[in-house]
């Protein structure tokens, strides 16, 4: 199994920053990929950003030049830093380890999620 840990989410004011962090644990012998989703209510999860060992990266569009994703690998940790956030930014965010492989087993894994909420 893989354990995720995320923090860093809380309530922050238009044009803010915030870091999230989330921290992977367990008896893992490699994460493919790395990355966080959100989701707002009423809506369906979406990407945000996603980043590969190898060091590929994808970002939403909505998010670009704004939020940078980056990790650590002999952590296995990964960080998104969000800046100029916005309101429509409100979501919680939900940090996955994709085809995370743990005694001879692939599979994917999610985080319990943290709150990130922009507003005056």
């Known amino acids: 199994q893989v354990q995720l840990v995320e923090s860093g989410g809380g309530l922050v004011q238009p044009g803010g920053s915030l870091r999230l962090s989330c921290a992977a644990s367990g008896s893992i012998f490699s994460i493919s990929a790395m990355g966080w989703y959100r989701q707002a209510p009423g809506k369906q999860r979406e990407l945000v950003a996603v980043?590969?060992?190898?060091?590929?990266?994808n970002i939403a569009d909505s998010v670009k030049g704004r939020f940078t994703i980056s990790r650590d690998n002999t952590k296995n940790t990964v960080y998104l830093q969000m800046n100029s956030l916005k309101p429509e930014d409100t979501a919680v965010y939900y940090c996955?380890?994709?085809?995370?492989?743990?005694?001879?087993?692939?599979?994917?894994?999610w985080g319990q999620g943290t709150q990130v909420t922009v507003s005056y």
């Open positions: 980043t590969t060992t190898g060091g590929s990266t």
């Open positions: 996955k380890a994709g085809r995370a492989v743990v005694a001879g087993r692939s599979g994917d894994y």
